[in-house]
């Protein structure tokens, strides 16, 4: 089995090909590395190899590991985020990619107006409509976007999504042509700089670069399959992943 070295190394290589592919410089696309379920120790191993950035989706298992590793590390929160836990999230997270909802925005603002925050944040987009995925509609978010911009506290810094699962990787371009379009769109339209896009995960990252992301999120080709739950040194116990 590979070490985490060797698979970081592995994605890098394949970043900066998929991006020269098209043109674009590597540099370009930032790898955002998803523990989830993975200890700190790997993360160690990761942040030895040079990885800084890395994302998790359990607030829960976030708030266990990140105290246990150092405190000059970025984290990117990428799971759904209940209101519940906004309070909880701000202080760990950089950005949140999956804000879903007007409601959730509207709670996170106001909690980072008590809090005296501004968090950065994108916009999760419900691309193909699924039933069981959280995110806007794409119409939906056209019709509530002048909303969202005047929530004094949010910075608003792209768009974020997950298309459907796939047996092959070259069936989510056309979901990251319409992330990447509906992006456009909106800029026109409401004259906000949304530059980035967040979209692309292990089997299929290199296609999403392909179509312009700007943030991937990559965690099985780097730490190996999900185990169980995530349980910290301390004895914290978190849930395992879907």
């Not at 070295?5 to 592919?21: D, G, M, P, T, Y």
Request: some cysteine; proline content about 4%.
């Amino acid at each position: 089995m590979n070490s985490v070295s060797e698979n970081l190394e592995r994605v890098r290589e394949q970043i900066a090909r998929a991006a020269a592919k098209v043109g674009r410089a590597a540099s370009d696309v930032e790898l955002v590395a998803i523990t989830k379920t993975h200890p700190a120790e790997k993360v160690r191993e990761a942040i030895e190899a040079g990885q800084n950035l890395f994302g998790e989706s359990r607030i829960q298992e976030a708030r266990a590991k990140i105290p246990e590793l150092p405190s000059n590390v970025r984290w990117h929160f990428v799971g759904h985020l209940q209101k519940n836990k906004i309070r909880h999230a701000l202080p760990l997270f950089e950005l949140i990619h999956s804000v879903d909802s007007l409601g959730l925005a509207q709670d996170m603002n106001r909690i980072a107006e008590e809090e005296a925050m501004h968090p950065r944040v994108l916009l999760e987009v419900n691309v193909a409509g699924e039933g069981s995925k959280f995110g806007f509609q794409p119409d939906k978010l056209c019709e509530q976007m002048e909303e969202l911009l005047s929530l004094p506290r949010l910075s608003i810094l792209g768009l974020m999504a997950i298309p459907p699962l796939a047996e092959e990787a070259e069936a989510s371009r056309k979901y990251f042509v319409q992330l990447h379009e509906l992006r456009d769109r909106l800029q026109s339209e409401f004259r906000v700089d949304l530059s980035q896009l967040s979209m692309g995960m292990t089997q299929d990252f290199a296609i999403a670069i392909e179509e312009g992301a700007t943030l991937v999120r990559v965690g099985t080709a780097i730490f190996g399959e999900r185990k169980g739950a995530f349980k910290s040194t301390h004895g914290g116990l978190g849930t395992a992943a879907p």
